[in-house]
């Protein structure tokens, strides 16, 4: 008997927004969505939220209101509150019934800028994950001296076992193939050394499946810390522990040479004619590292599409988190994951669309 994954495609430009999710929600989802369909004129929207805050910034944006429906809801996820609880109590808040209209298929997607916890135990609840997929990983572009690199775990799964590790590299390949255009996808474990004998038993059990299991990309063995920021591999795996330090690390770095590079050109009348001359190149470089450029995280293996936002993001920032969501369903990508996975597994999956409905 087949196992069914419904993948959620009746509504491929309607996206479902948590508009109180966020330090400076609901101004920044409004105004990053307004960005966002400058980009992608076809996207309608979905906002759930108060309606009394939510209608007054619509207004401003016309073109936005026109294409645009608000679900009113009073109750609101806090950053504070623990997963178990938004479960429960918040089964009304502006972030539950956003992900329902894509388990309804009224919407392919839903973006949230709220509690992270919160959003993922709500979307695993609600979306359930694909067959094959034990357990959703967040997933992120990383800038890098040659790109970007895919990297996951960042924050869902504080532990892993091997075959975790093996499914988030799919799932990370599959996306670098899908959305980066990588033909073959460079895989790395994030490891304490690059020696086969280094690291817990988690990651080299999964390096040895990884080698003897046809992969949809190439296995380049064990990365360090250094390595994801250099380029050397496509895809970054790790459980979700060592990938939300590396990621703060690597956050805390950048804000830190932002930090120097500002006391170095206020230290002298000579630094500021330096930096006069050096402004375009500055310039450059602040929109190749920009975070906002790279806001968005993914919540990857379930049957549905939910991309979490930066808290304290602007609405540049919430307008990429919404790219990221369009080009995910623009590019099929959870038929590509389902697909894959029932190659890999050996389980039969019979993958379908719901019918027209919605908006």
């Known amino acids: 008997m087949p196992i069914t994954a419904t993948v959620k495609s009746s509504n491929p430009d309607v996206i479902a927004l948590d508009a109180m999710g966020?330090?400076?929600?609901?101004?920044?989802?409004?105004?990053?969505?307004?960005?966002?369909?400058?980009?992608?004129?076809?996207?309608k929207f979905i906002f759930f939220g108060d309606a009394a805050q939510i209608e007054p910034l619509l207004a401003k944006h016309p073109a936005l209101r026109a294409c645009s429906e608000l679900r009113h809801t009073p109750e609101v996820i806090s950053a504070e509150m623990k997963p178990s609880l938004a479960l429960r109590q918040g089964r009304k808040s502006s972030m539950r019934l956003a992900i329902n209209a894509v388990a309804e298929g009224e919407a392919s997607s839903v973006v949230s800028a709220g509690n992270t916890g919160a959003l993922l135990a709500m979307a695993k609840f609600v979306l359930r994950t694909l067959p094959g997929i034990d357990?959703?990983?967040?997933?992120?572009?990383?800038p890098t001296q040659t790109g970007e690199t895919v990297m996951l775990d960042l924050g869902a799964n504080i532990e892993c076992d091997a075959e975790n590790l093996v499914q988030f590299a799919l799932m990370g390949a599959i996306f670098c193939h899908t959305v980066l255009g990588r033909s073959e996808p460079l895989i790395g474990l994030l490891n304490i050394g690059t020696?086969?004998?280094?690291?817990h038993d988690e990651v080299r059990i999964a390096a040895s499946i990884l080698r003897e299991r046809p992969i949809p990309g190439r296995l380049f063995g064990f990365v360090e810390g250094n390595d994801i920021t250099a380029g050397t591999v496509d895809v970054v795996v790790t459980d979700g522990f060592s990938g939300n330090i590396a990621l703060k690390s690597i956050e805390g770095t950048s804000h830190l040479v932002s930090h120097f590079l500002r006391q170095a050109f206020d230290s002298s009348l000579i630094a500021r004619f330096g930096y006069l001359f050096a402004r375009g190149a500055f310039k450059r470089l602040k929109e190749r590292v920009d975070p906002r450029r790279y806001n968005g995280a993914m919540f990857l293996g379930l049957q549905g599409v939910c991309?979490?936002?930066?808290?304290?993001?602007?609405?540049?920032?919430?307008?990429?988190?919404?790219?990221?969501?369009?080009d995910l369903v623009a590019r099929n990508f959870n038929l590509r994951i389902a697909e894959e996975i029932a190659a890999q597994y050996g389980i039969n999956v019979a993958v379908?669309?719901?019918?027209?409905?919605?908006?």
């Open 352 to 359: 379908e669309s719901e019918p027209e409905g919605g908006q």
């Open 195 to 199: 020696e086969e004998l280094k690291g």
């Open 307 to 326: 991309v979490k936002s930066h808290g304290g993001t602007d609405a540049q920032g919430f307008a990429s988190a919404i790219g990221v969501a369009h």
């Open 135 to 142: 357990r959703p990983a967040i997933a992120t572009l990383i």
């Open 22 to 43: 966020g330090d400076a929600a609901p101004a920044i989802v409004v105004n990053g969505a307004a960005l966002a369909r400058t980009r992608y004129p076809d996207i």
